[in-house]
Nanobody, 120 residues
Framework: QVQLVESGGGLVQAGGSLGLSCAAS????????MGWYRQAPGNERELVAT???????NYADSVKGRFTISRDDAKNTVYLQMNSLKPEDTAVYYC??????????????WGQGTLITVSS
């Protein structure tokens, strides 16, 4: 099994910065996509940013220029650096990782979620 553990959530004032991390563990052979999604109350879960094994990145238009996603494959960890935070960034942020286990089975797993609250 593959598990994700997120850390870094909290309260920050508008204009501030916050960093998130997500570490994957378990019977991992390879990781393809790592990413961050968020969900505010009453809203659908939406993509924030993803990064592939080839270090190709995609960002939601709403966070471009403010958020940066990165990964450390040696640690099976993905990061999200959030700058110039806005109240509308308030949401539960979920890490997502997919790839293959050592048994060559595909996996796609979600982290437990971490709450980011941005005050005005």
């Amino acid at each position: 099994q593959v598990q994700l553990v997120e850390s870094g959530g909290g309260l920050v004032q508008a204009g501030g910065s916050l960093g998130l991390s997500c570490a994957a563990s378990g019977s991992i052979f390879s990781i393809h996509v790592m990413g961050w999604y968020r969900q505010a109350p009453g809203n659908e879960r939406e993509l924030v940013a993803t990064i592939t094994s080839g270090i190709d990145t995609n960002y939601a238009d709403s966070v471009k220029g403010r958020f940066t996603i990165s990964r450390d494959d040696a640690k099976n960890t993905v990061y999200l650096q959030m700058n110039s935070l806005k109240p509308e960034d308030t949401a539960v942020y979920y890490c997502y990782v997919n790839g293959y286990t050592i048994r060559q089975a595909y996996f796609g797993v979600w982290g437990q979620g971490t709450l980011i609250t941005v005050s005005s």
